[in-house]
């Protein structure tokens, strides 16, 4: 395989990091300094709120590099090995992890929703819960897949 075959996606996978972090800034600056002005019912859950999001976005980015290490070993014809059924894995539980992480936070987004009147906040976290459920089974049934596609190319190496 040609070695720039997969340079839109990493381009793609770059360009989906910047967002993330540049929204990563920006809130925490946010829930610290403007929050208890407009919520000052849960100025105590800011700090709360601030892990949950930066405990997302970590897993955010490990999913992102490991989808980085997956196009270069697809790059590097090693796409049928066990390094690619490993960074599978680790993209399927950072999937469910970030899932987790929003579903221990709706309700503290229910209330932020609830007191600003802003049902589409729910709905957004929802969103969030749900995307990344489908991404970790579409990892887990690729990572099953692979895993047979591996196991049928070891039998053909015994038996020819």
Known sequence: MKRGSTLFLKITVFLMAAPILVLCVLLSIWLVQEMPKYFPELVPFRYLALIGIYLSAIAYFIALFQAYKL????????????????????????????SGIYVIGLPFIYQVADLDDAPGLMVIGLVIIFA?????????????????????????????
């Open 71 to 98: 196009l270069n070993y697809i790059d590097s014809n090693k796409a049928f090995a066990d390094t690619s059924i490993t960074a599978l894995k680790n993209i399927k539980y950072c999937a469910i992890t970030i």
């Open 132 to 160: 990344s459920l489908v991404i970790a089974v579409f990892a887990a049934v690729l990572q099953r897949l692979l895993q047979e596609v591996i196991h049928i190319k070891t039998e053909n190496e015994f038996t020819v």
